[in-house]
């Protein structure tokens, strides 16, 4: 738990990771904003399942920083040499800051969740979609996650540019995944697509249906594989 | 700009006159004037964040000062026509980019002044580089990272050497070398102006010692002017910063 | 000056690195997409961070102190480092634009349309230099990137309306940000 709240204490003084706090609030409300006047049973979701660069960016971030050698004098020492001398057990590290990333997320996507669901009712009154838990669940989920893969990509990669990227990229309006549902169905499997499911009804023309279940599960196969895969490498490497 | 006195054919001489820094509210130079000369060996002395770095980084046109001057030569940095062979300077770091060899650092840099890529062997000879000149800069041990700052400095053959901190990170043959290579500098007419806060290490290399505290010059003179009636430069150093950190 | 600017953007494996993903990726999504619709609005990502990193890479290892101690002249350093960044990606800005249309040409024999590559390669090369000016902005690869990948990508989709057309907010957007750019650069501490 010391390990935690010492990654806690890391985020909480990373200037970026505010950054990321106030995009995550920010961007779905923004989307929101511009939307207004169109109603539809997804009107709030999908503005939230667009807006998720906030957790992209903590994901990253939190992972980075270890090992940025940018800025004044930074000098070649990396963060990362004096976590580990702090908390020698590679797994227990990692594990303490991904409870750190999940900790931020969470919070932030209620937060977000919240506040673009309330813009919708205002702008839409009662033509706005009628509140339901379980999407509401399914977008902290989603958001929880897609933090968290963001995580573990940068621990298999040690450098945040390359993730960021990919991940903003797509979750532009068109995304790549969606792009590739069109080559093959088993894009519709990829952990984006899959996830959407927990709260959005309909993707583009529909190809494949995943329940709200099972896109709950295959999101979470993707973010439990990811996570194994890192730790397994990151145990492994010269830090 | 301020210089008044004639400035020598050879070249290399450092004017600073005035320098005031303020960074958020706190004034880090407070009017920090002092002269290095050629075939001179020029000491800049304190303790850390007394304000040597910042005066040697508004020395090189890095930080801009809010009042005063700092010339090379009667010229502020930025005016020089050929700053590569005129002043050649090792900061903290090697101020190369991690993922490119040494090589390729200095063959960049001798490229901005024109200079032939076979000085690029010779000053890695001279360092001892040579047969890490292939590896990339983020495998450099910190010793090699200083050795390759100063055959960047060493490109142009400058008539003035700048250094901050030169011993830092050094082994004792890397020091004894360092010494001995600033002596022969500036034995054949050159200007060299070291900062360190290690007094003993600088004794036996430096002519002039310029002694700097929380942003004001407090003495300034010869190598035994300054140390006066002090046991040595160390002594001198203590009773003169009130041994205020190091 | 233009020669040492180039020396350092040939010897960063991120150079090159990038570049080749981003011409792979292009090529990649034009077969998966394969009916005319261009990848190239993907491929921006690509020539954005190549932009940042020409000129974040600067603040590695503190490589900047060396490079404005060697180019003192900081105007014409950057105006030298824009030059150099011109230089390398107007090529492979080319490459990516023809990618597309020729693998179209020799899959379903749709004729190549060169004004429209010589647009995209325009657009892609004033693009990579927008994102170095903001590069010199901020200092920063991840907030560089993080900043012009959320405009491109997540902000204007939602923005098109309000905005005038691509190509015409890139060719005013990029001497100011350039000049922006400089000023900083010029007037700041290193």
Redesign the interface.
Known sequence: MRAVRAELAKLGTLP?VW?AAA?ALV?PT??AL??RGVPGPDRGYQELA??V?GVI?LG??AV?SEYL?????A??GRQLTTSLTAVPSRVRFLAAKAGAVVLVAVPLAFAATAATMAIVHVTLAERAAALDAGRLAGVVCYWTYTALLAFAITVLLRH??VP??VL??N???VS?TF??T??TPLAYYFPDMAGMRMFVGRIGDDGVVIPPLLGLLVMSAWVAGLLVLAAAVFTRRDA | MCSSRPVASLGGVITIDGLVKRRGGKEILAGVGFEARPGRVTGFLGPNGAGKSSTLRILLGLDRAHSGTALVDGVPYGRLADPVRTVGAVLDGSGAHRSRTGRAHLRWVARSAGLPPSRIDEVLALVGLTDAAGRRVGRYSLGMGRRLALATALLGDPSVLILDEPLNGLDPEGIRFVRTFLRERARSGRTVLLSSHLMGELAETVDDVVVIDHGRIVARGTLAEVTGTHRNLEDAFFALTSGSGR | MIRAELSKLASLPATWTTLAWTLAANVLLTFVIAVGDTPVAYSRAGFIVFGVLATCSEYTGGQIRTTLTVMPRRVRQLAAKHAALAVVTLPAALAVALSGPSITLAVLGTPVDFWQVAEVTAYLTLLTLVSAAVGVLLRHTLAGVGLLLGCLFVAAPFLHEYLPDDMVTLVVSTPVLLIVAAVFHRRRDA
């Open positions: 970026s950054l995009l961007v923004g989307i511009l939307n667009f807006g660069m960016v990253v971030v980075s050698t940018e800025g004044a004098d000098g070649g945040g540019v960021l990227t903003l990229v979750t532009s309006v790549v792009l590739l069109k080559f």
